[in-house]
Each structure stands twice: as C-alpha cells, then as structure tokens.
C-alpha cells in the first residue's frame, strides 16, 4: 500500500467518524410530517446547511427542550399561502398531483414531497411572509395536524440543528420513494394512487 493510498484511507475513516460523532439518529414521534415521514421511521440527521426543500430538526419555538421536525420553504426572500400550499416568490407554480387518501384525508404530491392538505385554510396572519436572510419559514407535511410557521413566523437558522439525510421505514407503502436522500431526486411512484396505510408501529394491539 503506497502512502498516498494509506493517507486517503486514514483520511475516509477519519470522515466517517467524524460524521459519526456529528450526526444523530431520531425516532419520528409523531404524524405531524406524515406522510412523508411516519411515526417508528428513523431518520439521520447531519449537520449541513439547509436548503429549501430540505426536512430539517428544530427546535421547537413554544419548547426550548423538544426537537421537532419541519421542511424549509423559504430562506430569505418571501413565502405566500393560499391554504394548502406554501409558494416563494422565486416559485409561484408548484405542482400538485392528487395521490389519493391517506387516513382518510386527501394526500398530493407538491413538487417533490408528499403532502396532506389543509381542509381549510389555517392560521397565516397576512399573504405573504418576509423571510430575513437569516431565518427559515418551516412548514409541517401535515397541513392541518401541526403548528409551523403559519404561527411561529420565520424561525433564526441558529435554531435548526440539522438537515434530515435519509430516512429508515417500512417499504411496504407506496410514497417510501417520494423521500429521496439529501441531494438526489426524489423518486415518483409509477401509481398515482397510494395503498392503504401502514399499521402505527407505535399503536397497542
């Protein structure tokens, strides 16, 4: 083995335990990013920059001891409601694609995420939102089932303490593909309907 190769390799072991002592591994609590993420999924989360789309964990701005996760909408610039769906000012058309019911509520692909759509319009106190340079409008899968930015209002990047690299669940269900890892597309399934939904690893028999 030549010193070049003993170097790389030394230098791809320290990454990954760098990586390793970075990151942090996370049981999803709750439904409130469903149905992109659902509760018993595990998810690695990675100290990287957040970039719009991205899942991120926050901390929460109504409990300074809880974690929570949330998708970025915006950094910086503006973001605008219309009820159930989130737009920037870089990206007035966002498309949606109906997936059928989930729980019995309505689910569309929105871009490249899974969402579930607010029944009516909740909780945003004027159309659009200024979002500074250095704050981040989050918003929940979960139009209707969680708080977000709809109430907190852009929420400082210091808070957010990572970026959600991949998920661990169960394959059995369709949208599984729809949460790509950090950096690569997210994967549409070929049917445009989902199946029926998972038992809840977290329910008692």
């Known amino acids: ?18 990586v390793a002592l970075l990151s942090r591994v996370a049981r999803v609590p709750d439904g409130e ?7 018993g999924d595990f998810v690695l989360i990675l100290p990287l920059a957040p ?4 899942v991120v964990a926050v901390v929460d701005p109504l409990d300074a001891e809880r974690w929570t996760l949330r998708r970025v909408e915006a950094i910086g610039g503006a973001v605008s409601y219309d009820g159930g769906t989130f737009r920037t000012s870089e990206q007035r058309k966002v498309k949606l694609l109906d997936m059928g019911e989930y729980l019995g509520r309505p689910v569309h692909l929105e871009g490249e995420h ?21 704050s981040a409008f989050l918003g929940a ?15 400082p990047l210091g ?22 890892v950090r950096g690569e597309p997210a ?3 070929k049917s445009s309907k989902l199946g029926p939904p998972p038992a809840n690893p977290l329910s008692r028999p």
């Not at 010193?3 to 990454?15: K, P, T, V």
């Not at 759509?117 to 500074?132: E, I, K, N, Q």
């Not at 808070?159 to 599984?176: E, H, M, N």
Request: overall charge positive.
């Open 1 to 18: 083995m030549t010193r070049r190769r003993l170097a790389l390799g030394i230098a791809a072991i320290g990454g990954l335990l760098l």
């Open 33 to 39: 990013m469903a149905p992109s993420l659902l509760p």
């Open 51 to 54: 970039r719009v789309g991205d």
């Open 114 to 134: 899974l969402v579930l759509r607010a029944a009516a319009p909740t909780r945003m106190t004027v159309t659009d939102v200024g979002v500074p340079d250095d």
């Open 141 to 155: 899968d979960d139009r209707d089932g969680a708080l977000d930015s709809r109430w907190w209002g852009p929420v």
């Open 159 to 180: 808070a957010l303490r990572g970026v959600v690299f991949a998920r661990v669940g169960s394959p059995a269900t369709p949208w599984r593909g729809v949460f790509g």
């Open 187 to 189: 994967v549409i399934p």
